[in-house]
């Protein structure tokens, strides 16, 4: 096939932005004065490599930058993609930036052969705390639009994926100026996209006000400038109004008790539907929903004109407890318990205690069903620096006791040898002195017999011990005839 010079609306390059130069050189004749060129690679000065052990040859955003000057591209938009560029989970924009409370969205993965000196998402938030512009030049990956002529605004702002989640859950998130667009990812997850419809449909027959609306196959969700309901209990925490945000838990707890509590199912609840092991005193006063709405916690509500209105809620189980959704609320917002401990807070949504053990048990369940084995694996096995460290100094006082228990069996066993030896030394020693003295015996015995044959009286008596043997033997032959 033919290549024209000028034939091509688009250009795409990925992965090895250094060691491609040239090429890409080369191609760029190829586009249209009209086109775009497209460039996604790794950070050469990531946060990544700052935070792993190991060098990717890539550029930097100057080094690129400076290339697409030299070639005249003069236009262009930059995503900031996390974790990286091979299995991006979020892309940031300038119009949206990344930020503590969407932090946890990059859920960062490493190889086997690496060591994880630092925890990226720690790194992350003080960079941003310090100079939120550093994250334009320290972001993980790039994926840049270019073009030599004004680029149309397509009012992206952000981009989420969810890799994280099993192929029939998978879907992406698109922020653009007044709405956030949830879409399917694959055929497969367009039933996803419908159960959330109804998720929406049942919280309207409640009257359970929500932000999201089902529209052409993805959910439309207008966006809120307001701050989410953890960060307001926080706030209220943190300027000494612990009392206001008590309070405002309390009316949390009445509002989903008021419309979720159903008392009418007499079926399987969850607990007994994962055959999850728990007493039955603990788990029967509690307040059961048929329709368990299990992720309307704090995260995933505001407060607004003094009503409480809900956003993103994917998932539901029959008979869940509402005490459940209770905890998870109070499970997931970060840094509740340096204010409100767990005591507390069960006091106030009369949660008994006995069950919290039963609670994460179908928390981990839940989880389990949505998550990829795969990705959850290699993101769950990261171990950092510091953690291998710990790992080996267990590993090293492990040792350190086996050593010593084998040095105390081996003391024990010299101990017992030298007490063996000590005894036949002794056993020895005795039996020397028997010897010696059977030896004195004997040479007492020599002695008489060397004085007997000695003495005149056995001269004497010589001739006469012949005669008696001459007899005995004439005796002897006689006999034998």
């Known amino acids: ?48 490599n700052i935070c792993v052990d190991k060098e990717e040859s890539s550029f930097s955003r100057r080094e690129i930058e400076r290339f697409l000057d030299d070639n ?14 091979d299995a991006t989970n979020v892309l940031y924009t300038d119009d949206f930036p990344i930020s503590k409370e969407n932090l946890s969205r990059n859920i960062y993965l490493y190889e086997n052969n690496e060591v994880v000196l630092k925890n990226e998402n720690t790194i992350v938030g003080e960079i941003i705390k310090k100079d939120q512009s550093l994250v334009k030049y320290l972001a993980n990956a790039f994926f840049i639009e270019c073009s030599r002529n004004e680029i149309q605004n397509d ?22 100026s007044k709405y956030a667009y949830k879409t399917p990812i694959n055929e497969e997850s367009k039933n996803h996209i419908q159960e959330i419809q109804k998720n929406i449909e049942y919280m309207n ?34 300027v000494g109004k612990k009392t206001e945000a008590l309070n405002l838990i309390q009316k949390f ?14 079926g399987k609840n969850v607990f007994q539907e994962y055959d999850i092991q728990c007493e039955n005193q603990d788990t029967e006063c509690l307040h059961y929903t048929k329709y368990g709405l299990w992720d ?12 409480f209105v809900f956003f993103d809620q994917e998932w539901y189980k029959e008979n869940i407890p509402i005490e459940f959704i209770l905890y998870r609320a109070y499970k997931y917002t970060a840094k509740i318990s340096q204010y409100i ?12 205690k006995n069950v919290i053990n039963t609670f994460n048990q179908l928390d981990n369940i839940l989880q389990n069903e949505i998550r990829s084995e795969v990705i959850w694996k290699i993101h769950s096995s990261c171990k950092s620096y510091n953690q291998i460290i710990e790992s080996m100094s267990q590993k090293s006082e492990q040792l350190n006791d086996n050593i010593s228990t084998m040095s105390d069996d081996f003391k024990r066993l010299l101990n017992e040898k030298d007490a063996r030896i000590k005894f036949l030394e002794e056993n020895i020693e005795n039996d020397c002195q028997i010897i010696k003295e059977k030896e004195i015996q004997l040479a007492n015995k020599d002695n008489e017999i060397m004085l007997i044959q000695n003495s005149k009286s056995w001269k004497l008596t010589k001739p006469l011990r012949k005669i008696e043997k001459m007899l005995k033997r004439g005796k002897s032959n006689e006999n034998k005839r």
């Open 155 to 176: 009012k992206i702002k952000f981009v989420s994926y969810t890799n994280m989640r099993k192929s029939k859950y998978r879907v992406r998130t698109i922020i653009k």
């Open 1 to 48: 096939m033919n290549v024209l010079i000028g034939e091509y609306d688009y250009l795409l390059f990925i992965g090895d932005i250094e060691n491609n130069i040239n090429k890409i050189k080369d191609h760029i004749q190829f586009l249209k004065e009209t086109g775009k060129l497209l460039l996604a690679f790794n950070n050469g000065i990531s946060i990544r």
């Open 253 to 266: 707890y009445d509002f989903l008790v008021e419309k979720l509590y159903d008392n009418s199912n007499n």
């Open 341 to 352: 401990d767990l005591d507390e807070f069960c006091s106030l949504c009369k949660i008994n």
């Open 296 to 307: 309307l916690i704090f995260q995933n509500a505001f407060m607004i004109n003094n009503e």
């Open 72 to 85: 005249n591209f003069k236009f262009r938009k930059f995503y900031y993609a996390f974790p990286k560029i």
């Open 205 to 238: 027959s409640l009257g359970i006000n929500t932000v999201d609306a089902f529209e052409n196959m993805q959910i439309k969700s207008e966006l809120i400038s307001s701050k989410t309901l953890d960060c307001d209990i926080i706030y209220l925490c943190q």
